[in-house]
């Protein structure tokens, strides 16, 4: 005759590796989310990429006046930024933002070190040189629903060939005290979309 033994685990081998999993699923989106609620807000004069993600869905790919080594290298601490630096840069808020679209932040210089000596008007945006002289700060993608994607696309194809000097294509941002960043919204001319 077979006698079968239960074997008796402690409760906390489970609940334990659950708990674990559990806090890195939520890790990621609550730093978001905090960005997102108690981050300084921000603008950064754009420009799209790409417009269609085949992987993604329909998706539009942004830069920014500060999204290249050379565009950097033009502000006081950007001229040595190698591969891989992560950095900081300094924008300076822009006090009246009763205007819309907003006007983009000014950029006051480039750290590699977070600073301390921020005022109330100025925020830390933190970014990386990736390849190719890239420079990433986590704001590169907008995903658009697919209602709006061709009224989005078409826009961005006319505000591109505007002749008139005009630069009214600007992503708002907000940025926490450590300097990450989360898009808000998206202006094209008078119109916004939010993310």
């Known amino acids: 005759m077979t006698t079968s033994r239960r074997i008796n685990f402690p409760w906390w081998r489970f609940v334990v590796p659950f708990l674990l999993q559990l806090a890195i699923i939520l890790i990621v989106p609550a730093k978001s989310a905090y960005t997102y609620n108690f981050g300084t807000q921000a603008v950064l004069q754009t420009r799209p990429v790409d ?12 830069s920014y006046d500060i ?25 300076e808020l822009n006090t009246a933002q009763a205007k819309k679209p907003p ?30 002289n ?13 209602s709006q994607r061709n009224k989005i696309n078409k826009e961005i194809r006319d505000l591109e060939r505007d002749s008139q000097g005009r630069r009214p294509f600007v992503v708002e941002i907000k940025v926490d005290r450590w300097g990450n960043s989360v898009p808000v919204s998206l202006w094209l001319e008078n119109q916004q979309y939010t993310f």
């Open 51 to 62: 417009p269609y993600d085949l992987l993604r869905g329909y998706s539009q790919t942004l």
């Open 67 to 91: 999204s290249s080594v050379n565009d950097l290298k033009q502000f006081p601490g950007g001229e040595d930024l190698k591969k891989n630096d992560i950095f900081y840069v300094i924008l």
């Open 103 to 132: 006007t983009p932040s000014k950029v006051i210089k480039i750290t590699k070190e977070f600073p301390q000596d921020l005022t109330n008007f100025r925020v830390a945006l933190k970014g990386r040189v990736i390849k190719y």
């Open 134 to 146: 890239r420079v990433s700060y986590g704001l590169e993608t907008y995903y658009m629903p697919e």
